[in-house]
C-alpha cells in the first residue's frame, strides 16, 4: 500500500535525474516475465469474462452454447431474478456492516499511529501499544471467532449486524495502524513544529495536518478495510442466523445450496451484482489516490 | 530509562515532554477496540479449550478432557499435514510466479499500468464468489471442460482427493497472486537504477542482474509476502468452506475449517478451541520465524517496500 506513495515519488525522481534519456530501464525484453504475465493475466481474466457473459445467457442456452462465447441474445432476466430475491436486502445489510466498520476503524487506527508517531518511541505506554498491535498482525484473528461468538451471545448481539460490527473494527486496526503510521512519519517535521508554535493542541495538528496531508493513505486504508469486510464471510457465517441478517457472501454460499442454484447463470449474476460496488469503490478510490499524490506534489 | 535513552535526540522529544499528557489519550479507541474484541478472545481461547460445551448447555471446566481427545485424535496430523500441503504448495507457486510477474510488472510501458488494474480485480472478489465461480467451473457435468470438449479439463475435480487438493491451490494462487505481484512491482521499483547501470557498465545480463541484484534486494519484500502468504493459509476458511466442504471425505480439511466443523457442527466448542490454541501458536511461530530470517528490526514497517 505504501508502494503507490513512495514508488510514485521514486519514479518521479528517477525520472528526473536521468534527463532526456528515457527512463526505460533494462534495455532487453524480459521475455520469461512477459509470457509469465501475460500467460496469468490470461488465467486471470478468462473466468472474469466468463463469469460476466454467462450472467448474460438463459438457462438453456448455458447448457447449449459454447460456454467461452458471448450469448448471441443477451438476457437481463437473472438479474432481475436476483433482485426479487431480497439481494437488496443483503446488500443494504453488507453495506451496513462495511459503514459501521470503516468508519470507527479507520478514526480510532488514525488516532492511535498518530499518537504512536508523534510520540517517538518515547512513552512505555504508546511503545506497548504499537507492540501488541503489530503482534496482532502475526496472529490468525480467525482462531478466536469460539470466545467471539460466546462474547456477542452474552452481550445480546447474535444475530445483529452490530454484533458483526465490532469484532471487524478490532480486527481491521492493527493493519490500519501500521500503514497510517508509515505515513504519518514521511509528514516533514518541520511543519507540526510550526503547528506547535502557531499555538495548535495536538487534537487540532491531528486533524488540521496530520489527516489532510497522509488522505491518500486514509483513503487506501479505507477501501482495503471496506474489502475486507464486504467479502467476510466467517464472521456473519457464525455470528448470524436469520436470512434477513445476511450479508452478501453468505447469501451468495445460500443462494447456490438452494434450490436456484442450478441455475448457473443466475448464480453468476449474483457473484456479479456483489463486486459492482467494490469495482466503483476501487475505480474512485484509485483516482482519489492519484489526485492526492499530485496534490501533494504540485505545491 | 527510557527517557534518558531517547535523550539522544532531544528535539524530538520535546514537544512530547508538553503533550505526553494527550498522546496516549488518542490511542486508547484503538486499544480499547483490539483488547475488547481480539486481546479478551485471545485469552479467552485458551481459557474454553479447558473447558466443555455443546453451545447450548452450560460451559463445564473439565480440565485437559478437550486436549487429550483433540491430541489423540487422529484428525488431527491429518489437518495439520492437509493445512502444510496447502501453505507449502500455494507458497512454491505464488512465489516465483509472483517474483516474475512483479518484475515485468514494473517496467515503466503504459500498457503495463493498465495490466496492473486488470491483476487487481481477484482482489475484489469475495472467497465466496471465487469458490462459487470455480464450483460451476469445474463442475464434471456442465463445467468448462465439458462445454468445450476438452477431456483434460473433464475431471471429476472437486470428486478426486488429489485433484481437490490441488483446485485449492490452483485458486488460492488465482486469488493471491495478482496482490504478491503487485507487492513485488514496488520492491522492484525501489530497487536503486544505479545498481543496474554499475552491472550494465561490467557487462552484466539480464539473468545475471536478475540473480545477483533484482532478487538480494527484494529480501525483504520476500519475507513480506511470504509472511503474509504463510499466516493467512492458516486461516484459509471461506474458499475451502464453499469449495470442498473439506471433502472429498476430509481430503481439504484444514485446520481452520476443522475448528469450525468440531465448534458449530460437532457443537464440542472445547475440542474447537484447542484447535485454535494450535492455530494461533503456530501463525505466531511461523512470523516470529520469518522475522528472525529477515533479521531486521520488529519495529521496522511490516509492508515495506510493498
Redesign the interface.
Known sequence: ????H??AG??RA?ART?GRRP????Q?P?W???L??WL??A???I??Y??VITSLKTQTN??L????LPPIDPTLDNYRLVLQLDFPLYFLNSLLVAVGTVI??V???F??A???V??????????A????????????????????Y??IIKLHLYDSLLGLI??S???A??LS???LA?FIRDVP?EL??SM?LDGA???MT?WRLAFPLTRPAVVTVSIYNA?TV?????LP??LTQSPDKRT???A??AF?GGPYGVN?PA??AS?VL??LP??VL?TVG?RQLLSGLTAGFGK | M??TT?GR?PS??A??AR??G??????L???L??V??????????LL?SFTSWDTLGQIKLTGLESWRSVLTDPGLPHALWVTFLITALSWAFQTP?SI??G???????RYREL?A?????????????I???????LDPN???GA??HIDLLTQDWLGEPGLALGVVVFVVS?QF??FHS??Y???V??VP?SL?EAA?LDGAG?VR?FFSITLPQLKYTIITSS?LMI?GS??F??LI??LTEGGPGDATRAL?LD??KR??QANL?GA??V???I??LV??AL??LLRRLGGRD??A??????
Open positions: 500500500m505504501t508502494a503507490t513512495t514508488s521514486a519514479e528517477a536521468s527512463a526505460s530501464a533494462p532487453r524480459n520469461l516475465g512477459g509469465v504475465g496469468w493475466l488465467v486471470v481474466i473466468p472474469i466468463w463469469i448455458y447448457y452454447t459454447n460456454p467461452l470507527p476503524s478514526l480510532f487506527a488516532m492511535a498518530y499518537a504512536i508523534r510520540s517517538g518511541g518515547a512513552g512505555r505506554f504508546l511503545r501499544v504499537n507492540g501488541l498491535f503489530l503482534m496482532g498482525l502475526a496472529i490468525p484473528l480467525q482462531a478466536t471467532v469460539i470466545p467471539i460466546l462474547m465490532l469484532p473494527v478490532a480486527f486496526i492493527p495502524v501500521l500503514v508509515n517535521k507540526f513544529e506547535r493542541t495536538e487534537w491531528l474489502l464486504w467479502n467476510g464471510f466467517l457465517l457464525i452478501l457472501p453468505l451468495l454460499a447456490q448457473v448464480v453468476l457473484v456483489t463486486i467494490m469495482l476501487y484509485r | 527510557s527517557a531517547a535526540t524530538a522529544v514537544p512530547e503533550g505526553g494527550v498522546l496516549p489519550w488518542l490511542a479507541p484503538a486499544l477496540a483490539f475488547a474484541f481480539a486481546v479478551l478472545p485471545l485469552i479467552g481461547v474454553l510466479a516474475l510477474i518484475v515485468f510488472l514494473a517496467g515503466r510501458q495490466l488494474v486488470l491483476y487487481f480485480i481477484p482482489l475484489l472478489l469475495s472467497s465466496a464468489a469458490a462459487i465461480t470455480y464450483k460451476a467451473l456442465f463445467g468448462l462445454g468445450l488465482w497472486i495478482p503487485l507487492l512491482q514496488g520492491g521499483r525501489q537504477r543496474y550494465e539480464r542482474m509472511t499466516v492458516l486461516t476458511f471461506d468452506f464453499v481452520a475448528m469450525y465448534g458449530f466448542m474447537a478451541c484447535i485454535g490454541v492455530l494461533v501463525g505466531l512470523a516470529l520488529p519495529n514497517s511490516q509492508l515495506e517496500g510493498a
